[in-house]
């Protein structure tokens, strides 16, 4: 059951929700703006939980009562939800919805809409959805989420309250990113919060990736290099690049995790704080360390010079483990 003490480092929004749901002045249409991955779906899926909840806990969803089994179960009557369908929010869809929203609801609470990813949709479905948010149906309520990397309609924005929602601290970023994927240790929690700018839903795709698990291997074989013959390096170096070329769309995730690293390292030898970052090697020094930063910058440039994909990875590696 989806509830607010899930929602972790946002504040400010939480607050602003606790006192319209308690206060009893919810307005006709919410959108909750900010970076993609800090929890804006999360809050609005608590919202809807917080509403159809039946009992008078202050504390709510309470998990047990007929309205909270049924939102659970992904079945309450009251609930809809639109995502896009493929890369867009469709006009159809919004079409369908105002066809819904024309009947009442159909038990003694509000209806609920949860529309994701407001930016992706087209001109003519943010018309179509203006009427509806400026003429309301009696006992509906619009919860918009919407990334703050595109523009939306002003016509939109404006007859909407909006809920600012920000990057989470590094720490905040870390603990939601262990809870996505408990097997990720601290150090690479931080490293992942670090990456993707205190936006931890962003960290999903490494996973699916397979990104950090390769990462991993890199720093355990980097690692691990100094009791390997030459030969032994060099064939363990060109299997990784090899597993590096194969990623599509994670080979730059995957260089910002090393270079994040490899400068981590440097910043704990210059400022003696080792004890809270892994070192890569021990024995090298900020020269070293450095040079495999530029290294990594290099491989970047080739890269977007459209030179030989498994060359520049092999090339790296084998820079990397020297």
Known sequence: ?????????????????????TGNRLAHGY??????GVGKRLTANATAAWLFCESNDEERPCGHCPGCVKFASGNHPDFLCIKPQGATIKIDQIRELKKSLGFPPFGDTR???????????????????LKVLEEPPPDNLLLLTASDD????PTITSRCQLI?????SLDDAAEVIRKIAPETSPEQARTLASLTNGCPGRAKSLHSDEVLTLYNDCLQSIQAVQG???AESVEQSLALAARAAELKDGLDTLFDLLAINFKDSMV???CAAGEEVVLIREDWNLGQLSAKVDAIDAARRELARNCNRVL???????????
Do not use: H
Request: proline share 7%; aromatic share 6%.
């Open 268 to 270: 704990a030898q210059l």
């Open 164 to 168: 600012p929602f920000a990057p989470l």
């Open 150 to 153: 595109q523009p939306l309609l």
């Open 1 to 21: 059951m989806m509830m607010f003490s899930q929602v972790i480092g946002q504040e400010k929004p939480l607050t602003l929700l606790r006192r319209a749901l």
């Open 312 to 322: 520049v990875c092999e090339v790296l590696l084998l820079d990397l483990f020297a």
């Open 31 to 36: 959108l909750y703006v900010g970076p993609e």
């Open 111 to 129: 209806r609920v809409v949860i529309i994701e990813e407001m930016q992706t949709m087209g001109r003519e479905a943010a018309n179509s959805l």
């Open 228 to 230: 390997l013959s030459m």
